[in-house]
């Protein structure tokens, strides 16, 4: 519908020119967007603003010239002048009963564009510690993450999701000693736990299962040697527990890669990621020595000081092995590459960016600061499980609420604002649930075509896309689709090809919620106010049914997009 109305528009001013109604040496690019007041149109333009000079006339008298062009075209239905010289245009019943032929063609592929044009972008989230279980934040990234691969790849991009897991540092020697003291306690020893220690019930329980697997010869081991092998042990066992648990959300990673690894000597030259890393940016001239320690030019590159990489003891910063991971990232041949991180890391912006341009990759890092979600029970605040007395955890929203509510929901709001979670509206079954709203229409849909295809009792299994296909002819008589809810459910089911486009650009997968309700709210007004299956009336019910297939079609595509699920009965 953009490539239609920027072709009305352009065609227009070239006939105008043509007629020597106006005077231009070429045409101009033609923009058109959507009013942000439906009364206005569906498309509006300022060319006629923007080509004034050059035309040596009054934008308001450029636009009316335009605009006369234009009126009367099979594909308008109204376009007027407002203001200083804004051309708004209403297109025609008959462009919009097209969309549900473009709509059910395309069929799952419906919206997509070609924004990514094929370029490889590298999407990074979740990158939870593998000490523990992850906390509800950690489940937000997760849809956040995902859903935006999603709309990425929807939108032209080839996409790989990455899990960067921290099993480099004091966080996992810490988790290690905390394992071995609960496991030293659960033999009858006493031991003093250590202070920094890692306090959940999980520890003790990963102790638990050591104990039952392996007996009490770790009891009298050497401290080092107990603590490494319960390390690599309990290790294993939360990764492997963290991608099951995001798993069951409909998340799964092409890539788990590990911060050891950049720590890990080459066979080949016997030297690390990280220490090569550091040499490109000594030889770029982006280093300097101070105190004993190595420092990062970070300031020259926009941060506000400059960082440290290597420490005056020898030992490496976080900060350096980031920097070494990212070099990776760039070395595997991302054209861009997203990380989404916690609220917690909002000052390591700069300093990342700032590394990257140092690498030669300026403008092809985007950062994600995700905030933090509160949850709530019928208003409210819930902090502890009611299972575990500790804090409650993604793994246990999950379980409470199912994996398409928590995705729908932790999506709903921007990435920028903290989410409130409602964990009772989540469960609700009624139209004040969101994503219950949504699904409904989808189920509704369906139920409408067994019926119409006479297969409407719960006993039967029934191919709905089949069902569809045998039901709706490709030559319905669509020019029926006419009256206003009709035209805003064809309107609505437009839209969607641009909500893609800016949903990928902005990395704002709320977008597709939004979309996704008001199409429903839309496809719900047409069902009351149109009868879909009329027997006296075979016409009319066959161009009905097309675009309640085409509905279908939508409203699959979109929650599919947030990894949701189109249910065929509810």
């Not at 690390?272 to 420092?295: D, I, M």
């Not at 390591?348 to 990759?361: C, D, S």
């Not at 409904?440 to 009792?457: F, N, P, Q, S, V």
């Not at 309640?548 to 065929?568: C, F, M, N, Q």
Request: aromatic fraction near 8%; include cysteine.
């Amino acid at each position: 519908m953009r490539e239609l109305a920027t072709t009305l528009v352009r065609d227009a001013l070239a006939a105008a020119v043509d007629a020597g109604d106006v005077v231009l040496a070429e045409v101009p690019e033609v923009r058109v967007e959507r009013p942000r007041d439906p009364s206005h149109g569906d498309w509006a333009t300022n060319v006629a603003m923007v080509s004034a000079k050059a035309a040596a006339m009054n934008p308001r008298q450029l636009a009316e010239a335009i605009a006369a062009r234009m009126s009367g075209h099979q594909d308008v239905a109204a376009v007027e002048v407002a203001g200083p010289g804004f051309i708004n245009i209403r297109l025609s019943a008959n462009a919009l009963q097209r969309v549900l032929t473009e709509v059910r063609l395309a069929g799952s592929g419906y919206g997509r564009v070609d924004e990514g044009g094929g370029r490889r972008v590298q999407v990074e989230f979740v990158s939870a510690n593998p000490v523990g279980p992850m906390h509800v934040g950690h489940g937000r990234w997760a849809a956040l993450g995902d859903s935006m691969a999603r709309v990425l790849a929807h939108a032209g991009w080839l996409v790989e999701r990455e899990f960067y897991i921290n099993d480099q540092g004091v966080q996992m020697d810490t988790f290690a000693k905390s394992v071995a003291a609960r496991y030293l306690e659960l033999c009858g020893r006493e031991v003093e736990f250590p202070e920094e220690g890692y306090r959940g019930a999980y520890i003790t329980e990963i102790a638990r299962e050591i104990l039952q697997d392996e007996g009490e010869k770790w009891a009298d081991a050497e401290p080092s040697g107990r603590e490494s092998h319960f390390l690599e042990r309990a290790y294993a066992q939360v990764l492997a527990h963290l991608e099951h648990v995001l798993h069951g959300m409909g998340v799964d990673f092409d890539v788990w890669f590990s911060e050891r690894s950049l720590h890990v000597a080459s066979p080949a030259d016997g030297v690390t990621a990280v220490e090569r890393t550091l040499a490109r940016l000594k030889e770029a001239g982006h280093t300097y020595e101070h105190e004993g320690a190595l420092w990062f030019r970070s300031t020259a590159l926009g941060d506000d000081k400059d960082r440290v990489l290597k420490k005056a003891d020898g030992s490496y910063t976080y900060f350096a092995a980031d920097i070494a991971y990212h070099a990776d990232k760039y070395d595997r041949g991302f054209d861009r590459v997203i990380n989404i991180w916690g609220a917690d890391h909002h000052g390591y912006v700069k300093r990342m960016e700032a590394a990257v341009a140092a690498l030669g990759h300026e403008g092809k890092l985007t950062i994600v600061i995700g905030q933090l979600v509160n949850l709530f029970r019928g208003g409210e605040v819930v902090r502890m499980s009611k299972r575990t007395g500790e804090m409650v955890t993604f793994e246990d929203l999950l379980d409470e609420v199912g994996p398409d509510a928590a995705r729908y929901f932790f999506l709903r709001r921007s990435t920028d604002q903290a989410l409130d979670f409602d964990i009772a509206l989540a469960k609700e079954q009624s139209s004040e649930n969101p994503v219950f709203y949504v699904q409904y229409a989808h189920a509704r849909i369906c139920a409408i075509l067994r019926k119409a295809a006479g297969a409407d009792t719960a006993d039967t299994t029934v191919d709905i896309a089949a069902t569809a296909t045998a039901l709706v002819a490709g030559d319905a008589p669509l020019h029926l689709l006419a009256s206003e809810p009709e035209l805003a459910l064809m309107r609505k089911l437009a839209e969607f090809p641009d909500v893609v486009e800016v949903a990928a650009r902005q990395l704002a997968p709320n977008k597709l919620t939004r979309y996704a309700e008001e199409l429903a709210a839309s496809f719900h007004q047409f069902y009351t106010q149109c009868r879909v299956v009329d027997p006296d009336d075979a016409d009319l019910t066959a161009a009905r049914l097309y675009a309640v297939d085409a509905t279908r079609i939508a409203l699959a595509t979109v929650l599919g997009l947030v990894g949701v699920s189109a249910p065929e009965r509810m």
